[in-house]
C-alpha cells in the first residue's frame, strides 16, 4: 500500500520553487522522485539549480531581472500563487503543486503529509507560523525591518482599515508561507489568483500579511498545519511571556510609526 501511494504521488504532485533577481543564490535539491520545476530570470542560478538536480523554467523574457528587491519580491508571487498555469498549460496535468521557497529542503515525505490533509472541502494546505501571531500587527511590526516590505506599508495599513470595515478582522492567526500546498482546483486557483492580486496591487510583497487578511473568505478551503509537523527548519515556539509582548506592544509600536508619518 506504501509504495502504491508513493507511485500515486509522484504522478499526481509537482514541486515548485523560484528565485528572481540580479545577484545568484543557492538552491537546494528538489525531493527525490517527485518531478519539479523551478522558476529563474537569473541565468546563474538556473545553471545551479539544474545542477541541483531541478528543471529549470527560464522566465526572463517575461520577468526582466532586477536589482529592485521589492519588484524582485513581487515576481516571485508569480509562482507561489500558482499563476503560471496559464502560461505553461502542460503543467495543468497535475493534481496538486507544491510550492517550497528555494531554502528549504524538502522530502516526498513531506509532499505525502501534506496531501493526506487534502480532504473534503480543503484545497490548500499551509503552515501555522512558528510564532503564535493572533494578530496581522504583529506579522506588519516585525516587517518593518525590511524595506521591501515597509516601503509601501501605509498603503498596506489603509487597505486593512478599508477592508475591517467591512467585517475582515485583524485578530487572525499568521502563516507561514514557506511552504504551500495547492490542489489544482478552483477554489485554490481563487484564492491564489485574489492573494496575488492584492500583492500586485498593493506594491507588498509581505504575502504573510496579505495571506492573513485576503484569505478569511476562503477559510473553509484551508487546512493549516503545525509550523513543526512537517519536520522542516524546526523552530522553538516562544515562552507565554513573549506572545502576550508581541500581542500588546507589537500593534501599538506600528500604530504609533505611523501615525508620526501622518
Keep these: ?12 504532485i509537482l514541486v515548485v520553487s523560484c528565485y528572481f533577481g540580479v545577484r545568484e543564490s543557492t538552491v537546494l535539491p528538489p525531493p527525490a522522485g517527485l518531478p519539479s520545476r523551478f522558476f529563474t530570470n537569473n541565468h546563474a542560478t538556473s545553471i545551479t539549480a539544474k545542477n541541483s ?5 527560464n522566465v526572463g523574457p517575461q520577468f526582466e531581472a532586477t536589482n529592485d528587491e ?61 510564532e503564535y501571531r493572533d494578530n496581522v500587527m ?16 501605509g498603503r498596506t495599513l489603509a487597505w486593512i482599515d478599508n ?17 504551500i500546498l495547492w490542489k489544482n482546483h478552483p477554489t485554490a486557483r481563487n484564492l491564489g489568483n485574489q492573494i496575488h492580486s492584492v500583492i500586485t496591487d498593493q506594491g507588498q510583497p509581505q504575502c ?20 513543526n509537523s512537517l519536520g522542516i527548519r524546526p523552530k522553538q515556539h516562544p515562552s507565554g511571556m513573549r506572545i502576550w509582548v508581541d500581542r500588546i506592544l507589537a500593534p501599538a509600536r506600528t500604530f504609533v510609526r505611523y501615525r508620526r508619518l501622518d
Design 70 to 130: 521589492l519588484v524582485s519580491a513581487i515576481q516571485s508571487k508569480y509562482v507561489k500563487f500558482v499563476q503560471f498555469i496559464d502560461d505553461f498549460p502542460e503543467l495543468g496535468r497535475y493534481d496538486y503543486f507544491l510550492y517550497t521557497d528555494h531554502k528549504n529542503q524538502l522530502s516526498r515525505e513531506v509532499g505525502r503529509k501534506m496531501m493526506s490533509k487534502v480532504r473534503g472541502q480543503k484545497t490548500v494546505v499551509i503552515r501555522k507560523h512558528a
Design 208 to 227: 504573510q500579511i496579505i495571506w492573513t487578511i485576503a484569505s478569511q473568505p476562503f477559510s473553509s478551503t484551508i487546512r493549516a498545519v503545525k509550523y
Design 53 to 57: 538536480g531541478w528543471t529549470v523554467i
Design 1 to 12: 500500500m506504501r509504495k502504491t501511494g508513493f507511485r500515486r504521488i509522484e504522478n499526481s
Design 163 to 179: 477592508l475591517e470595515k467591512v467585517g475582515y478582522r485583524r485578530a487572525a492567526r499568521v502563516p507561514n508561507t514557506g511552504i
Design 138 to 153: 504583529i506579522e506588519v511590526a516585525e516587517s518593518m525591518n525590511q524595506n521591501r516590505y515597509s516601503q509601501n506599508m
